[in-house]
Protein backbone atom coordinates (compact mmCIF):
# COMPACT_ATOMS: atom_id res chain seq x y z
CA UNK A 1 0.00 0.00 0.00
CA UNK A 2 0.92 3.66 -1.25
CA UNK A 3 -0.61 6.36 1.19
CA UNK A 4 -0.61 10.04 -0.82
CA UNK A 5 -1.47 13.20 0.68
CA UNK A 6 -1.41 17.13 -1.52
CA UNK A 7 -0.85 20.28 0.12
CA UNK A 8 -0.27 23.32 -0.94
CA UNK A 9 -3.27 24.20 -3.36
CA UNK A 10 -5.58 27.81 -2.93
CA UNK A 11 -5.90 30.54 -4.97
CA UNK A 12 -3.71 32.93 -6.95
CA UNK A 13 -3.99 35.55 -9.26
CA UNK A 14 -2.77 35.09 -12.93
CA UNK A 15 1.08 35.54 -13.44
CA UNK A 16 1.16 34.15 -10.23
CA UNK A 17 3.26 31.19 -8.47
CA UNK A 18 2.44 27.47 -6.02
CA UNK A 19 4.22 25.19 -5.08
CA UNK A 20 2.16 21.63 -4.41
CA UNK A 21 3.83 18.84 -2.40
CA UNK A 22 2.71 15.45 -1.62
CA UNK A 23 4.10 12.79 0.55
CA UNK A 24 4.45 9.62 -0.34
CA UNK A 25 4.31 7.11 2.66
CA UNK A 26 3.81 3.18 2.89
CA UNK A 27 5.27 0.80 0.50
CA UNK A 28 7.31 3.02 -1.81
CA UNK A 29 10.22 0.77 -3.10
CA UNK A 30 7.86 -0.80 -5.90
CA UNK A 31 7.16 2.71 -7.29
CA UNK A 32 8.43 3.51 -10.86
CA UNK A 33 6.42 6.51 -12.03
CA UNK A 34 5.26 9.59 -9.52
CA UNK A 35 3.21 12.19 -11.38
CA UNK A 36 0.56 15.21 -11.09
CA UNK A 37 -2.74 14.90 -12.79
CA UNK A 38 -5.58 17.83 -12.70
CA UNK A 39 -9.28 18.13 -13.70
CA UNK A 40 -11.34 21.35 -14.32
CA UNK A 41 -15.16 21.18 -13.63
CA UNK A 42 -16.46 19.04 -16.33
CA UNK A 43 -13.75 18.18 -18.44
CA UNK A 44 -11.16 15.05 -18.74
CA UNK A 45 -8.90 14.09 -16.12
CA UNK A 46 -5.26 15.26 -17.43
CA UNK A 47 -1.85 14.24 -16.95
CA UNK A 48 0.54 17.70 -16.18
CA UNK A 49 4.15 16.12 -15.38
CA UNK A 50 5.66 13.17 -14.63
CA UNK A 51 9.12 11.73 -12.72
CA UNK A 52 10.33 8.48 -13.69
CA UNK A 53 12.12 6.81 -10.45
CA UNK A 54 15.19 6.95 -12.82
CA UNK A 55 14.96 10.80 -13.72
CA UNK A 56 13.30 11.30 -16.85
CA UNK A 57 10.44 13.96 -16.57
CA UNK A 58 7.57 14.35 -18.81
CA UNK A 59 4.71 17.58 -19.23
CA UNK A 60 1.57 18.29 -21.01
CA UNK A 61 2.79 20.76 -23.99
CA UNK A 62 0.68 23.78 -22.02
CA UNK A 63 2.46 23.83 -18.76
CA UNK A 64 6.21 23.09 -20.57
CA UNK A 65 8.79 26.22 -19.24
CA UNK A 66 6.09 27.02 -16.73
CA UNK A 67 5.70 24.15 -14.36
CA UNK A 68 8.73 21.72 -12.93
CA UNK A 69 8.26 18.27 -11.31
CA UNK A 70 10.56 17.49 -8.95
CA UNK A 71 10.94 15.21 -5.51
CA UNK A 72 12.87 14.12 -2.83
CA UNK A 73 12.91 11.34 -0.69
CA UNK A 74 9.58 11.47 0.50
CA UNK A 75 7.84 13.98 -1.37
CA UNK A 76 6.78 14.83 -5.24
CA UNK A 77 6.37 18.90 -5.97
CA UNK A 78 5.36 20.84 -8.47
CA UNK A 79 6.56 24.02 -9.09
CA UNK A 80 4.11 26.03 -11.13
CA UNK A 81 4.94 29.69 -12.37
CA UNK A 82 3.13 32.32 -14.37
CA UNK A 83 -0.48 30.47 -13.52
CA UNK A 84 -3.20 31.06 -15.91
CA UNK A 85 -6.92 30.90 -15.27
CA UNK A 86 -7.17 28.04 -17.28
CA UNK A 87 -4.63 26.08 -14.99
CA UNK A 88 -7.65 26.10 -12.64
CA UNK A 89 -8.28 22.53 -11.63
CA UNK A 90 -8.14 20.02 -8.92
CA UNK A 91 -4.71 19.05 -8.35
CA UNK A 92 -4.03 15.07 -7.66
CA UNK A 93 -0.52 13.16 -7.46
CA UNK A 94 -0.54 9.67 -8.31
CA UNK A 95 2.39 6.65 -8.12
CA UNK A 96 2.38 3.76 -10.69
CA UNK A 97 4.41 0.43 -10.36
CA UNK A 98 5.46 0.76 -13.95
CA UNK A 99 7.45 3.18 -15.73
CA UNK A 100 5.90 6.51 -16.87
CA UNK A 101 3.14 5.71 -19.78
CA UNK A 102 1.02 8.50 -19.04
CA UNK A 103 -2.03 6.40 -18.80
CA UNK A 104 -3.62 7.06 -16.19
CA UNK A 105 -5.10 3.69 -15.84
CA UNK A 106 -1.40 2.48 -15.08
CA UNK A 107 -1.52 4.62 -12.03
CA UNK A 108 -2.03 2.81 -8.38
CA UNK A 109 -2.93 4.82 -6.18
CA UNK A 110 -3.83 8.32 -6.15
CA UNK A 111 -4.04 11.37 -3.38
CA UNK A 112 -7.03 12.91 -2.50
CA UNK A 113 -6.18 16.51 -4.38
CA UNK A 114 -5.68 19.75 -3.75
CA UNK A 115 -7.51 22.69 -5.57
CA UNK A 116 -5.49 25.48 -7.44
CA UNK A 117 -7.89 28.20 -8.68
CA UNK A 118 -6.63 31.31 -10.62
CA UNK A 119 -8.17 34.44 -11.23
CA UNK A 120 -7.34 36.73 -13.99
Known amino acids: QVQLQESGGGSVQAGGSRRLSCVVS????????RAWFRQAPGKEREGVAS?????PTNYTDSVKGRFTISRDANTLYLQMNDLKPEDTAMYYC????????????????WGQGTQVTVSS
Open 26 to 33: GYTYSIYC
Open 94 to 109: ATSHRYCSGDSSDFNY
Open 51 to 55: LDSDG
